[in-house]
């Protein structure tokens, strides 16, 4: 791809760059021509590249080897990643928590705080306390801030956990790096350019990373992201304030990338006019590449929820061979329409939540395996199992019964018989260890018994059917397949950010959904949903239909633009 002439000056720039990469704007195209850029002027350059998720860093490194560049010079990675890198080299013991360990640790502390959130709620509200740096340099005066908030109770609880299992969480790999960093004590990585990437979404943990490694490593710093697009304030990602602060630390040179390669200029027009009204943003306008072309669509259903996925139906059955994806503000909002297509007999794909790989109950049962067949004897896979099973002498008076434990000491030697077998022996073992955890576990604790234990059917079968030892079928569970392009997605907000698709529908758009009634309703709060609006807007490339039933949101009356221009609008 020929770069434009903004992407080139951010390339060719020396020094401290603040790059505003707008949707569709060639972010990744830039990014990986700046790193070749740096490791071909300097054969000493070293480049730090941070990621928001692996397959993002994996993606660069491979059009990178492409271009011939020696990637050896880079290293790429998420910020937890990176500080686990760090801590692993300065001989710090990490013992993480994953998987069906951290959801242990999720329930617990859930329950011993008294259910004060959902139960899927539960890590976005440890987050909003844990991702505070007051809450590790000064705890004291941080309790007393909070201290009377439901949610501060269950922190606590579940930091009181990690303690006593001697556990560590991928935000106490940052903290731990910082403050190593801070004192000396750990090492920073070995770079003379820093770049990152999604920087909107930075929070203060992962600010003061990158300011200690560039005061540390005297690192030349560029920065890439977009200050319309920051949706994890929650999680208390800095937005705006942090490229003002940015800007202003390292007398950063601006660059905007302002031209969009993806959207037509009827989505772009009334997403501009709608981001327009914040007042906390850096000023930018996107203009399509591809003209004009496209359509948008308001659709009011009037009779309600059920018009809404009739209609969408249709939609879906008059596109059958395009790239389709269907946004919603809350995964509850998707809920009525997945079963509406179930019904219907449409196949679609569900995103942005958890790989089914990754539901607690499967979690547990992998775990299992792993111990019993000596995949994996580490310590911590069976107290695992003893905690969820109840644990002699546990705290919370679930103790397991002796002929629980008895059982589980006649599957350990079982297990041991089956080691290295890779044909029916295995699999009924597969089975033993699936019918133990049902009756024993699973209808036991609120964290699997949220999952009904339908799911695990599907998992066992997929197991016993496959070929081969424990090893070679334990890593079929952590393949993915492709689905077609052409399978309809469903998707929250939230989870479409940095996707796009041909045509896009936005359902729900009604008072009391968008933004939904539990939101704040002040200045801050309401530029928060206008942001996630925008960003839901923008990951179409043709056609994008808004949807509601009963009062239309603030968001479409603020896209008047469409009455007036009614060749761009078709009302259904």
Known sequence: MKLNQEQADAVATEGHVMVIATAGSGKTAMTIAKVAHILRSD??????????????????????????????????????????????????PVNLAVGAGLYQVYSEAWDMAGHPCEYHDIGTTIDQYKTDM??????????????????????????????????????????QSVLGMATGTIKPLPMTHLLADEFQDTDPIQMTWLHLHASLTGATMTVVGDDDQTIYEFRHALGYSGFVGFEETYKARRITLGRNYRSRSEILDPANTLIHRNDQRLAKTLVSERGEGGEVTIAPCLRGELEECKAIVEWLNSNPDSERAILARTNRALDTLAMFLKESAIPFLRMGGESFWDLPPIQLLLTSLDYLTGYSRRPLAKNQIMD??????????????????????????????????????????????????????LWELPMYRAVSYKVMAPAVKSLTKAKGSWAQRRTSTQ????????????????????????????????????????????????EQERR?????????????????????????????????????????
């Open 388 to 441: 969820a099973l109840g644990g002699p002498g546990g705290d919370d008076g679930n103790v397991a019964t002796s002929v629980q434990l008895e059982a589980f000491e006649q599957l350990a030697a079982h297990g041991k018989r089956v080691e290295g077998q890779t044909g029916d022996g295995l699999s009924n073992f597969i089975e033993t260890v699936h019918t133990f955890l049902l009756r024993n576990v």
């Open 134 to 175: 007051r809450a590790h340099t000064g705890p004291a005066e941080f309790k007393s801030d909070h201290i009377d908030e439901p949610g501060f109770t269950l922190y606590e609880a579940y930091q009181d956990l990690l303690h006593r299992y001697r556990l560590t969480d991928f935000t106490d790999l940052l903290v």
């Open 479 to 526: 393949l993915k397949s492709t689905p077609p392009a052409t399978l309809p997605r469903l998707l929250t907000f939230h989870g479409s950010k940095g996707l796009e698709f041909q045509n896009v529908w936005i359902l729900g758009a009604q008072e009391g959904k968008i933004p939904p009634t539990s939101s704040d309703t002040g200045r801050d709060a309401l």
């Open 532 to 572: 996630l609006f925008f960003v839901a807007m923008t990951r179409a490339k043709d056609t994008l239909v808004i949807s509601h039933y009963g009062t239309p949101c603030l968001f479409v009356d603020e896209l008047q633009i469409f009455e007036e221009e009614e060749a761009h609008v078709e009302e259904i």
């Open 43 to 92: 054969p000493l350059a070293r480049v730090c590249l941070v990621v928001f998720n692996a397959a993002a860093g994996q993606e660069i490194r491979e059009r990178l080897k492409k271009r011939n560049v020696p990637t050896e010079r880079i290293i790429t990675g998420t910020y937890h990643s990176l500080a686990l890198r760090q801590l692993k080299s300065s001989g710090k």
